[in-house]
């Protein structure tokens, strides 16, 4: 099992550009989320999914926009980027009970 | 909304010394996670804590969740270089595990001197 993939790892954007973290997980897992990681403040939570075609929002939801359309993939869309969503992005999954695994992190910079 | 408070924010300690981090809850605690980061690497999964009073251990790391509910500890004995990172807690509220919607404490820096 290759756990949950994130692409790419960095990645520059201008303000007002559109791009979209990819996320995959290839252990059937119900359950993925998307955190953003900024120094002092830990994990805050954008969105989760609880299965293909359910998404809900988290404590930071603002100017990000997800989609669950099978179980494998989680993508996060950025749609018009701006320099207060530099962050280090990390998607993760789990099954119902058990731990939550994470990806290795997207490294994004808003110039 | 669920809040979780971890301390201290940051921990230097010499080699070979006992350290403990705690994780504050605002609300009852149902399922409470500890991962450790290295500096720019993912999270590593250490400890599942679900029930009050439960108490686990891997290798000299051990964490307990107080009878209440509402804290949870990380104690590592005889630190070493290896234990440097960032610690963090992470937990749900009520019937999480079946929604997978976690929160995090603001993580625990951890230096060890050799």
């Known amino acids: 099992n290759a756990g949950v993939t994130q692409t790419p790892k960095f990645q520059v954007l201008k303000t007002g550009q559109s791009m979209t973290l990819q996320c995959a997980q290839d252990m059937n897992h119900e359950y993925m989320s998307w955190y953003r990681q900024d120094p002092g403040m830990g994990l805050r939570l954008i969105h989760y999914?609880?299965?293909?075609?359910?998404?809900d929002q988290g404590e930071v939801p603002n100017g990000y926009n997800v989609s669950r359309s099978t179980t494998e993939d989680f993508p996060l869309r950025l749609l018009s980027a701006a320099p207060s969503q530099t962050s280090v992005y990390f998607c993760?999954?789990?099954?119902?009970?058990?731990?939550?695994?994470f990806g290795p992190g997207t490294r994004l910079t808003v110039l | 909304s669920q809040e979780l408070e971890q301390s201290p924010q940051s921990l230097i300690v010499q080699e070979g010394k006992n350290l403990t981090i705690n994780c504050t809850s605002s609300?009852?605690?149902?399922?409470l996670y500890w991962y450790k980061q290295k500096y720019g690497e993912g999270l590593i999964f250490l400890m599942m804590?679900?029930?009050?009073?439960e108490e686990k251990s891997h290798e000299k790391i051990t964490a307990k969740l107080d009878e209440k509910k509402q804290q949870s500890s990380l104690h590592i004995t005889a630190s070493q270089p290896s234990h440097a990172g960032i610690y963090l807690c992470g937990a749900g509220p009520r019937g999480s595990s079946n929604t997978g919607k976690l929160i995090f404490g603001q993580g625990t820096t951890l230096q060890v001197k050799p």
């Open positions: 804590l679900q029930k009050g009073g």
């Open positions: 993760a999954s789990r099954s119902r009970g058990n731990e939550q695994f």
């Open positions: 999914s609880v299965g293909a075609g359910i998404t």
């Open positions: 609300k009852t605690l149902y399922g």
